[in-house]
T-cell receptor, first 116, second 112 residues
Framework: DAGVIQSPRHEVTEMGQEVTLRCKPI?????LFWYRQTMMRGLELLIY????????DSGMPEDRFSAKMPNASFSTLKIQPSEPRDSAVYFC??????????????FGDGTRLSIL | GQNIDQPTEMTATEGAIVQINCTYQ??????LFWYQQHAGEAPTFLSY????GLEEKGRFSSFLSRSKGYSYLLLKELQMKDSASYLC?????????????FGGGTRLMVKP
């Protein structure tokens, strides 16, 4: 089975530019999560969706960040305008959920973003 | 909110046993996950505990005490490839669904 697919794997761009990160979740998974990982702050949840609907975006750092999930097989995370402090590894994860179940989140390989 | 603590770094010797601890505070516990993350790679699922006790999976075991807000991951017969970060994550019953809060991770270095 194909896992969570993210693109691009690496992105280097200049500050002020728009950055778009893409994610294809595992087929049949009804939850999708966007995380950011840095050495200083670890793995932070930015936003998550259930059945394509955003449930909690309290982790989105500021208005420069936005996320969409137009259908069950695709999501984007946009940063506009980008700043050097946005440099991090961005992970997308997906899961199924049943109350009390051990369904884990499955992570994509991440996008390593560098803002110059 | 949630507070999850685990040691930042640990070192152990190949062939030995190591225990990585995790303590947490949550308003409504609904499961604890351990993930392994090699440098430059994605986190991968290792184990899940929701009831008190020990869950064993080959060389890896995970223990949970809900009353103490405590879990540990036990790695036996350490191999060099076990050098990685180990992330403890807690699911809160107050969350709408499968949202996890991750600890900062414990970087384990296995030496020959």
């Amino acid at each position: 089975d194909a896992g969570v697919i993210q693109s691009p794997r690496h992105e280097v761009t200049e500050m002020g530019q728009e950055v778009t990160l893409r994610c294809k979740p595992i087929s049949g998974h009804d939850y999708l999560f966007w995380y950011r990982q840095t050495m200083m702050r670890g793995l932070e949840l930015l936003i998550y969706f259930n059945n394509n609907v955003p449930i909690d975006d309290s982790g989105m750092p500021e208005d420069r960040f936005s996320a969409k999930m137009p259908n069950a097989s695709f999501s984007t995370l946009k940063i506009q305008p980008s700043e050097p402090r946005d440099s991090a590894v961005y992970f997308c994860a997906s899961s199924q959920y049943l109350q009390g179940s051990n369904q884990p989140q499955h992570f994509g390989d991440g996008t390593r973003l560098s803002i110059l | 909110g949630q507070n999850i603590d685990q040691p930042t770094e640990m070192t152990a010797t190949e062939g030995a046993i190591v225990q990585i601890n995790c303590t947490y505070q949550t308003s409504g516990f609904n499961g604890l996950f351990w993930y392994q993350q090699h440098a430059g790679e994605a986190p991968t699922f290792l184990s899940y505990n929701v009831l008190d006790g020990l869950e064993e999976k080959g060389r890896f075991s995970s223990f949970l005490s809900r009353s103490k807000g405590y879990s540990y991951l036990l790695l036996k017969e350490l191999q060099m490839k076990d050098s990685a970060s180990y992330l403890c994550a807690v699911r809160d019953s107050g969350n709408a669904g499968n949202m996890l809060t991750f600890g900062g991770g414990t970087r384990l270095m296995v030496k020959p």
